[in-house]
């Protein structure tokens, strides 16, 4: 059985082992990298996914984990290694990795993405809408409204409800 220790342990020796390769993390700095590059809400599991799985790069063996990992997660979890690769200039070890063990990971294209909107059963989306807003304050009722129909993101919804009510 793990514990803490033992994971903190394993954490310090793949650093180590990284560091002995000519890398080291600055957390703080490839944070700052993120946040330059990258959306804001992409960063958080840009950061936090490499924290878990970073010995992957090192071990190569650990690859494996990837495949026992649902789709959606291994697709994140291999976007956010590559981006903490590519920051290291180990981006072509990564590439090897990722062909030596048959790793994937697909995006959506635009059709796919259009078709998947289409198909989309609207009715369950509306009638979860009506029910959520009859059991929040009018003031959450109105902003979740707001975002359905504006179809913004979030954040640029917020932004957008905070800008109309400063000046209405």
């Not at 291999?78 to 690769?85: F, H, K, R, V």
């Not at 009638?127 to 009018?138: D, I, R, Y």
Request: hydrophobic residues 40%; contains cysteine.
């Amino acid at each position: 059985m793990n514990t803490n220790s033992d994971n903190v342990w394993g954490r310090r020796l793949a650093w180590s082992r990284l560091r002995d390769l000519g890398c080291s993390v600055s957390w703080a700095k490839y944070e700052q990298y993120l946040v330059n590059t990258h959306y804001g809400s992409s960063v958080l599991y840009l950061l936090r996914y490499p924290r878990q799985y970073h010995a992957i790069l090192q071990n190569p063996h650990g690859a494996r984990e990837l495949l026992l990992l649902a789709e959606a997660k291994r697709g994140m979890v291999m976007a956010a290694l590559s981006n903490l690769s590519r920051y290291l200039g180990f981006y072509k070890h990564w590439k090897s990795i990722i062909r030596d063990h048959g790793l994937r990971w697909e995006k959506n294209g635009v059709l796919d993405t259009i078709t998947s909107i289409l198909n989309t059963n609207l009715h369950d989306t509306e009638e979860w809408l009506f029910n959520v807003s009859e059991k929040l304050p009018t003031d959450a009722s109105c902003l979740i409204a707001f975002i359905s129909l504006t179809g913004l993101r979030i954040v640029e919804s917020c932004k957008s409800a905070r800008l109309i009510e400063q000046v209405g």
